[in-house]
C-alpha cells in the first residue's frame, strides 16, 4: 500500500513573499499575524537575532506591540531576550518539525539521501515546491567552502534551480500567469534572501524551455544559475498515488569537480538508482495511522493570567500551537480535530486556522473538510535554527545555571581517542575565585567528573564528584546529557570551590538544579535534533 503523502505540493498562488500581499479576512486574529510577521522577520535577520528597536522598525508595530508579541514568543521558548536583543530559540523548531513530520517525506527518505552523499561524497538534497519557488525539506551536506550551502527551509526561485523545472512540469496556466508577475516585480529576486541578487536576469523564455526539457527528459540541471561554481543534477521523486513530483532530489557540486554536463554523464545514473529506491520506499510505506491527539496541547488555555504575566498575548500563543497538532499520524485534521488537540474552542482554533490560511501556513481542503501545513511552516525559524551546535543551545541555559548557583559551569565532550574531555561551552559567575577553564580544553577524561559520566562505565547513580580535579581546592559536579535516542553526548558539570560546601551540601543544593539545567539542554537538543543532525561541538 502506498504511502499516504497527504500534503498538497501544488503551487497555490499565494507568492513568495514572507507575508501575504492581500488583506486579511476579517475574522483573522491579528495578535496572531503580528507573531508571525516578528518570526518571519527574525528568520531573516542575521543569527536570528534582532533588536527590539530593529523589529519595531522592520514590523512597522509600535514598541509596545512588540515588546508584548516578543514577551508571549519568549514565555512559550521561541524566542530568548537578551538585553534589547531578541533571538530565536530551538523550542521554535518543533512548528518546522510539525510540518516535516506531517510531510513524512524526511523520515522515508533522507537515510537513502544521506547514503547517497557518502557514497559520491557529494551533497544531496531533497526539495518540495513552494509556490513559484522549491524549499529545501533535506540536506545532506558535505562540509566544502567552496560554494554557498542551502538550510533546511530556505526557499529559492524555481527558475533559479534545478528542481524548479521538475515543479514547474505542474503548473496550470494561472501557476505560470502568477510566475511572470511575480519576475516582473522582482527580476533581480530581493524577495529570496537565500540567493544572491541575480545580476543578469534570465529571460522567462529560458526556463519555460528547460521546463519543456524537464517534461521529455526526467531530470533537469542547474548550470551556475544561483552562483559561478554551484552545478546541480535534480530527478523527481515521484508520488506513487498521483504520479507528480513529491519531491526533487538533487546532487549538488562544484565546477572543480564536475561541470554540469559531467555531473549528469556520470552521476545521474547514481541519483536515479536512490530515486527509485526512494519511490519503492513510498510504495511499500503503509500509510500513516491515525492516532487520537494529545489533550491539551496549548496549556496556557488552562493557566491564568498571573502565573502568565500581563505582557501574555493568549491568542498569539494559542494560534501558534494550532500548527503543533499536526504530526506523522496526524497530516490533516479538520476543525473539531484541531480543537481537540489543542483544548481550544471551536471558535477559537477556526479563526487561528483562518488566520494561517492567509498567511499561507495552512491550506483547506475543501473535499473533506480538512486543513494541512505548508511548506512555508519552515519560514517561521527553521533554516537559521538548523545549524545550530549543541554549544550554542546549551550556552543560554549555561548561562542561567551559573547566574543561579553563583558557581563555574561547563559543557564537554568525550575526545575521538574517548581518552580526554574538551571544553565545548561555559558559564562564569562574577565571584573572583571560579574556575576558569577556555573553550577548547582538554584534560584527561578518567580524572573528572566530566569524563567519567561520558565514560562507557557511567557511575551508577548518574553523576559524578571528583574532589581537587583541576587544582587544590576545586571540587566537580558532573551529569550526562543524552540526545533524542539516549546516548550521552555531553556532560554538564558545576566547579566549586571545596571551603564553600562540604561534599553532601554539594549534592543536596547543586545536583538538583544541575539536573534541571540538563533536562532543559536535552529538551532543546532533542526537538533541534528531530530532523538533522545537531553538531556536538
Ligand atoms: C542544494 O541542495 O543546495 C541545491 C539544489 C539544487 C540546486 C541548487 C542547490 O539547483
Given at each position: ?108 527518505l533522507s537515510a537513502r539521501a544521506d547514503a547517497l552523499a557518502d557514497e559520491l561524497d557529494e551533497s544531496v538534497s531533497l ?11 533535506h540536506q545532506a551536506t558535505r562540509r566544502r ?87 546541480a543534477v535534480s530527478v523527481?521523486v ?11 532530489a538533487s546532487i549538488v557540486s562544484h565546477?572543480?569537480r564536475h561541470?554540469?554536463?559531467d555531473l549528469r554523464a556520470t552521476l545521474l545514473p547514481r541519483l536515479r538508482e536512490a530515486v527509485r529506491s526512494m519511490?519503492h520506499t ?251 543532525p545537531?553538531?556536538?561541538?
Amino acid at each position: 500500500m502506498p504511502a499516504d503523502l497527504t500534503h498538497d505540493t501544488s503551487p497555490d498562488g499565494s507568492g513568495t513573499a514572507p507575508t501575504a500581499d492581500t488583506d486579511p479576512p476579517a475574522e483573522a486574529v491579528t495578535p496572531l499575524l503580528r507573531g508571525i510577521a516578528v518570526l518571519h522577520h527574525l528568520t531573516g535577520a542575521r543569527d536570528g537575532t534582532l533588536s527590539l528597536s530593529g523589529l519595531e522598525k522592520a514590523t512597522g508595530l509600535a514598541r509596545s506591540t512588540v515588546d508584548r508579541v516578543t514577551a508571549t514568543l519568549a514565555r512559550m521558548s521561541y524566542v530568548r531576550l537578551d538585553g534589547r536583543d531578541v533571538t530565536l530559540a530551538p523550542r521554535l523548531t518543533e512548528l518546522g518539525n510539525a510540518y516535516l513530520a506531517a510531510l513524512r517525506l524526511p523520515a522515508l527518505l533522507s537515510a537513502r539521501a544521506d547514503a547517497l552523499a557518502d557514497e559520491l561524497d557529494e551533497s544531496v538534497s531533497l526539495a518540495v515546491a513552494d509556490g513559484d519557488g522549491i524549499r529545501f525539506i533535506h540536506q545532506a551536506t558535505r562540509r566544502r567552502a567552496m560554494s554557498l550551502s542551502f538550510r533546511i527551509g530556505d526557499l529559492l526561485p524555481a527558475e533559479r534551480t534545478a528542481p524548479g523545472p521538475l515543479f514547474a512540469t505542474e503548473w496550470t496556466d494561472a501557476d505560470w500567469n502568477h510566475w511572470h508577475t511575480r519576475r516582473a516585480a522582482d527580476p533581480h529576486h530581493h524577495t529570496f534572501p537565500a540567493v544572491p541578487p541575480a545580476e543578469h536576469p534570465a529571460p522567462d523564455s529560458d526556463f519555460t524551455h528547460r521546463t519543456a526539457m524537464a517534461a521529455t527528459a526526467g531530470w533537469s540541471l542547474d548550470d551556475q544559475l544561483i552562483e559561478p561554481g554551484l552545478v546541480a543534477v535534480s530527478v523527481p521523486v515521484r508520488d506513487p498515488r498521483t504520479g507528480a513530483p513529491a519531491c526533487v532530489a538533487s546532487i549538488v557540486s562544484h565546477t572543480s569537480r564536475h561541470t554540469a554536463d559531467d555531473l549528469r554523464a556520470t552521476l545521474l545514473p547514481r541519483l536515479r538508482e536512490a530515486v527509485r529506491s526512494m519511490e519503492h520506499t513510498l510504495r511499500t510505506t503503509p500509510p500513516p495511522r491515525p492516532t487520537p491527539p494529545p489533550a491539551d496541547l496549548a496549556t496556557w488555555t488552562g493557566a491564568s493570567k498571573q502565573e502568565l504575566g500581563r505582557d501574555f498575548v493568549e491568542s498569539l500563543a494559542r494560534g501558534l500551537t494550532v500548527l503543533t497538532a499536526f504530526d506523522e499520524n496526524r497530516p490533516s485534521l479538520t476543525l473539531t480535530e484541531v480543537a481537540k488537540a489543542t483544548g481550544l474552542s471551536r471558535a477559537t482554533a477556526r479563526r487561528a486556522l483562518i488566520t494561517h490560511e492567509h498567511a499561507g501556513l495552512v491550506r483547506r481542503r475543501t473535499a473533506d473538510h480538512t486543513f494541512t501545513l505548508t511548506p512555508r511552516v519552515l519560514s517561521l525559524g527553521f533554516p537559521p535554527l538548523s545549524r545550530t551546535s549543541l554549544p550554542q543551545i546549551a550556552q543560554p541555559h549555561l548561562t542561567t545555571l551559573a547566574d543561579r548557583v553563583h558557581e563555574s559551569i561547563a559543557l564537554a565532550v568525550l575526545s575521538d581517542s574517548g581518552e580526554e574531555i574538551q571544553y565545548t561551552a561555559r558559564a562564569s559567575t562574577g565571584r573572583v575565585l571560579s574556575a576558569h577553564i577556555a573553550i577548547g580544553t582538554r584534560l584527561p577524561a578518567h580524572a573528572t567528573a566530566l569524563g567519567r559520566v561520558l565514560l562507557p562505565e557511567p557511575p551508577a547513580a548518574g553523576y559524578a564528584l571528583v574532589d581537587e580535579e583541576l587544582e587544590a581546592g576545586l571540587r566537580s559536579l558532573a551529569v550526562p546529557v543524552h540526545d533524542r535516542e539516549g546516548h550521552v553526548v555531553a556532560a554538564l558539570n558545576v566547579a566549586m570551590h571545596a571551603a564553600r560546601r562540604t561534599p553532601e551540601a554539594c549534592v543536596t543544593d547543586i545536583l538538583p538544579p544541575l539536573r534541571e539545567t540538563a533536562a532543559r539542554i536535552e529538551a532543546d537538543l532533542s526537538t533541534a535534533g528531530r530532523f538533522r543532525p545537531v553538531p556536538l561541538t
